[in-house]
């Protein structure tokens, strides 16, 4: 496990830098064993206190002619197109992903939802996804839904850009569970007040937090 960047000789390759004073060379951090140690113990504890999120981040319902279809959001940091777009629903479900062993809660993620706009790709909302932990060493995802509504100044009033008929596009969601402390799911239910929404695109990214208490 330790060939490569982080294996030992190549520590001492980059720490220990040759130098040459009054014609006799000699290597900087052996002057400074503390330094050293301290370099060393910074670099071995990032590398090992970054815990990988699971495989499947969650899973995505929806109903298509009264059969439930299920498709899995994985680990995979991007933006990648649904297998099912233009297929508007009046409500889809986030089912909880895999949880993960551990001693440490592994970083966030968050997950951006798209609809097409014509040619355009529009964002509906940001789902939160965090690890909690449910019993000692076992992480479980859960989940917050954030909206952005944008605004823009007309006839001298605020207005909200996002506009289905006439009405704002606000996305309302549903738990049949209580949230945690902070808010977050197990699972929920969600959609647009104003009718049908379809999910034609979704873009996974890591968040800096990886700290989360108890549920």
């Given at each position: 496990m330790?060939?490569g960047?982080?294996?030992?000789?190549?520590?001492?390759k980059?720490?220990?830098?040759?130098?040459?004073?009054g014609?006799?060379?000699?290597?900087?951090?052996t002057?400074?064993?503390s330094?050293?140690?301290?370099?060393l113990?910074?670099?071995?504890?990032a590398?090992f206190s970054?815990?990988?999120?699971?495989?499947?981040?969650?899973?995505l319902e929806?109903?298509?002619?009264?059969?439930r279809?299920?498709?899995?959001i994985k680990?995979?940091?991007?933006?990648f197109p649904s297998p099912?777009?233009?297929k508007?629903?009046i409500?889809w479900?986030?089912?909880?992903?895999?949880?993960?062993?551990?001693?440490s809660a592994?970083?966030?993620?968050q997950?951006?939802?798209y609809?097409?706009?014509?040619?355009?790709y529009?964002?509906?909302?940001t789902?939160?996804?965090?690890?909690?932990?449910?019993?000692?060493?076992?992480?479980?995802?859960?989940?917050?839904i954030?909206?952005?509504?944008?605004?823009a100044k007309?006839?001298?009033?605020?207005r909200?850009?996002n506009i289905?008929?006439g009405?704002p596009?606000l996305i309302q969601?549903?738990?049949?569970q209580f949230?945690?402390?902070e808010?977050?799911?197990s699972?929920l239910d969600?959609g647009?007040?104003?009718?049908?929404?379809?999910i034609?695109?979704?873009?996974v990214?890591?968040t800096?937090?990886?700290?989360?208490?108890s549920p």
């Open positions: 330790w060939d960047i982080l294996s030992p000789p190549s520590l001492l980059c720490f220990f830098v040759p130098t040459r004073c014609g006799t060379k000699y290597k900087i951090l002057q400074r064993p330094l050293y140690a301290a370099l113990f910074l670099v071995f504890t590398y970054s815990v990988e999120a699971a495989e499947v981040l969650l899973v929806h109903v298509e002619q009264g059969k279809i299920s498709t899995e680990n995979e940091i991007g933006t099912y777009q233009n508007s629903q409500s479900t986030i089912k909880q992903g895999e949880a993960v062993r551990a001693k592994p970083l966030a993620r997950i951006d939802f609809r097409l706009n014509g040619r355009e529009e964002l509906l909302c789902v939160e996804l965090k690890y909690f932990e449910d019993k000692k060493n076992l992480w479980s995802p859960r989940y917050r954030n909206q952005e509504m944008f605004f007309e006839g001298g009033k605020w909200p850009l289905v008929e009405i596009s969601y549903s738990s049949n949230p945690n402390i808010g977050y799911h699972t969600f647009l007040i104003t009718g049908p929404i379809a034609d695109a979704w873009k990214a890591v800096t937090s990886p700290f989360s208490p």
